[in-house]
């Protein structure tokens, strides 16, 4: 299995295995359940639950929590 880095806005499927890293969370795997495109962006929720959530645009500009993020190919 390898890593992609996530570089492009639409590079993440639904149903994608993500790899993130940042706010506390390390290599941390999840599933990309919902891929929706708001006003402010993509945003690729991983934990329907508890609401966890990363705004792709503000990924790719630098300005996320979200500091690292891969696709588990």
Known sequence: ????????ID???KDDTII???AGLVNHPAKAYIVKVSKDG???IF????NLFI???????GKSWCKELAILK
């Open 42 to 44: 993509t945003e690729i």
């Open 11 to 13: 590079q993440i499927k």
């Open 55 to 61: 705004n792709l645009t503000m990924f790719l500009k």
């Open 47 to 50: 934990d329907k639950g508890k």
């Open 20 to 22: 993130i890293t940042g």
């Open 1 to 8: 299995m390898n890593l992609e880095k996530v570089t492009k």
